[in-house]
């Protein structure tokens, strides 16, 4: 998930497709939304990530995907996914430098340039050998069979602590690039296919901040 994060603040300096970063859960109410919605929007974003349900039929998440990229989303969130996923669009997004659709409500074919990181959630998610290689699954484990009965959180109003730590976040963030920078920038030793710039980067500072099992799940 750290991974994640530094990611998304250092997507316009890699300049090549980054994976789709999943967190995933066994049951409902383990917190996944609140990983994307709130953490990653309210602490690193400055508001929070708005879902996008990426649709049944192909045709649709296509066009839901173009819509978000003609909307700036530096960040698309994919709420709530199937328990299998398997479209043609999706994949282009996680590994094509541009991404190319049909504008909404016309026939012209819109070429843009592809800068986003997508994040997914949902619970026991699998997807085709295709997306599945393009995944980096963030694996949240209950300790209980209803978590969404928990009582005992540390933060209950997670948004406005989140909010009140924001500059802290931000600064954790770019402390450990600035570290990775002091450090001679080393890259990283896991080389991921398709991605070879993204593991090489956020491999290196994952490791230099001391972070070794980053990426070890990924055959998973």
């Known amino acids: 998930y750290f991974g994640l994060l530094v990611t998304v603040i250092l997507r316009p300096a890699i300049a090549e497709p980054v994976p789709m970063h999943l967190p995933g859960a066994p049951v409902a109410g383990s917190g996944k939304s609140k990983l994307a919605e709130i953490v990653l929007g309210c602490g690193v974003l400055g508001r929070p990530l708005p879902a996008t349900q990426i649709g049944v039929r192909e045709e649709?998440?296509?066009k839901r995907i173009l819509a978000a990229m003609l909307a700036g989303d530096s960040v698309i969130n994919l709420d709530n996914l199937r328990e299998f996923i398997d479209s043609a669009a999706l994949a282009s997004?996680?590994?094509a430098s541009e991404f190319r659709g049909r504008e909404l409500g016309h026939s012209k074919m819109l070429v843009l340039p592809n800068d986003s990181t997508v994040v997914g959630s949902g619970n026991n998610v699998h997807a085709t050998d295709e997306i599945?290689?393009?995944?980096?699954?963030?694996?949240?484990?209950?300790?209980?069979?209803?978590?969404?009965?928990?009582?005992?959180?540390?933060?209950?109003?997670?948004?406005?602590?989140?909010?009140?730590q924001v500059h802290r976040t931000r600064a954790a963030l770019f402390g450990i690039v600035q570290?990775?920078?002091?450090?001679?920038?080393?890259?990283?030793?896991?080389?991921?296919?398709?991605?070879?710039?993204w593991s090489a980067v956020v491999g290196g500072i994952m490791?230099?901040?001391?972070y070794a099992e980053w990426a070890t799940n990924l055959s998973a």
């Open 60 to 62: 649709e998440r296509e």
């Open 93 to 95: 997004l996680l590994t």
């Open 132 to 164: 599945s290689r393009r995944i980096v699954p963030i694996m949240l484990q209950p300790s209980m069979e209803s978590p969404e009965n928990r009582q005992d959180y540390r933060h209950p109003l997670l948004r406005a602590y989140v909010e009140s």
């Open 179 to 197: 570290a990775w920078r002091d450090a001679g920038r080393p890259l990283g030793a896991r080389v991921v296919g398709s991605f070879e710039r």
């Open 207 to 210: 490791n230099a901040a001391g």
